[in-house]
C-alpha cells in the first residue's frame, strides 16, 4: 500500500514526547513489510525548528519524510505548503492517517480531505481524553472542537486501548473505527532479576503535573514498609522543586532518588532493577512505559486512569488502583505483601509482552484496518 502520515511534528522532534517516537515505529515498521511509507510534518521543534530543507523529500530510517516549514509556532503548526501539497498529492496514496488533534494544521489537513473526498484514518493519540479537553486552554479547545467535530464523522477512528475507544465514544456515538496499541521498541537483552534489600519502586517519564507523582509521593508517606523511590526523567524545575517540598512536608524526601533522564538500554537497565514501576497519572493514554517495564520482568502499579490499565488487569502483570491517596497506600501495602505475585511475574511477563507486542503483527492490523476504512 502507498501510506501517507499527517503529523505536526516528527523525529528528531523528541521534546514533543513519547507521541513521536510511537508514530515514528509505525512508519519504519510498516515500510519494513514491504509498503510505500510517506510523512508529511512540518519543521517544528518547540520554539526552535529543525535543522532540515523544507518541502524536499528525505529518507529517514526507511520512511520519505517531507518537512514543511511553518508560518505559526507551538503549538499552532499553521503550514500552507503542508496543505498545498496535500492537496496536489492526496489522491497519489491508497490511505491518509491523520495523527493529533487541537491543531489547526490538522484540522486543515481534515478540511482537503473532505475536499478531495478522502476518507482518512484518525489516531487522536489521547487528545480527546476529559482530562486534556479540560486543561491548557480548555475554553480555545472546546471551540475547535465544536468546529472539528463535524470533520472527524468522516473518519475512521483508531485507538490503541479499550479506555479510549470508551472517551472517543462519548464524543462521537457509534463511530467506526479499531483498538490497536502503539509499537512498542523492547530490549533485545534477557536482564536477570536482581531482588534489592529494600524495596524499590521506580517511575520512569517526563515529570509533569498529570504524572500524579504527587499522589505517588503522598501515598508512600503512609506505607508500613520501607523502601526506596527513584525517579528518573526531567520536567519543569519549578515543579520539580515542588514535589521535592511536598516529600519533605510527607517526611519522606530521603527516600527519593533524583536519578535524572534514562535513554535507550540504560532505561531498560533501570527498569529491571526495579522491585516495582509506579505510575498514578491522572491521564495517560497508553503508557508505553508500563509495557517497557513488563518486558523485563518488573511488575507495574498503574491508575485506572491509564490507558493499559485493562491490559494490566486482564492478564494479571500488577496492580491497580484509583486515584484516592489512601487508596494508592493500601494497594503499595497489598502489593508489598505479595511476593508470589511479584515472582511470578517476573518470571512470566517478558514473554508475554514480546508476544503481545510483536511488531509485524501489530502492523499487520493497521495494514487490515487500512484496507477495512
Known sequence: MKILFIVPSYKPAFVYGGTIVVIARLAEQLALEGHDVSVYTTTANGKAELDVVPGKEMIIDGVRVTYFKRITGDHTHVSSDLWRCLYNNIKSFDVVHIHSWWSPLIIGAFCVCRIKKVKPVFSPH???????????????????????????????????????????????????GHVIPNLVALSNIAYQRTYNDVFTIGFISRIDPKKGLDLLITALSNVTFDYKLQIAGDGDPDYIASLKRLAEEKGNASKLHWVGWKNGEDKFKFLAQLDLFALTSYNENFAVVAIEALSVGTPVLVSDKVGLYKYVLERDMGWITDLNVNNITQKLNTL??????????????????????????????????????
Do not use: C
Open 336 to 373: 508489598f505483601s505479595d511476593s508470589t505475585k511479584q515472582r511470578r511475574i517476573n518470571a512470566e511477563a517478558p514473554s508475554k509482552i514480546k508476544i503481545d507486542f510483536d511488531d509485524s503483527a501489530l502492523a499487520k492490523e493497521y495494514i487490515q484496518l487500512y484496507q477495512n476504512k
Open 126 to 176: 489521547g487528545m480527546l481524553s476529559k482530562y486534556i479537553i479540560e486543561t491548557n486552554n480548555p475554553r480555545k479547545k472546546k471551540a475547535v472542537h465544536i468546529m472539528g467535530k463535524r470533520l472527524l464523522k468522516h473518519a475512521t477512528l483508531h485507538v490503541t486501548a479499550d479506555t479510549e475507544w470508551e472517551e472517543s465514544l462519548n464524543i462521537i456515538p457509534h463511530w467506526r
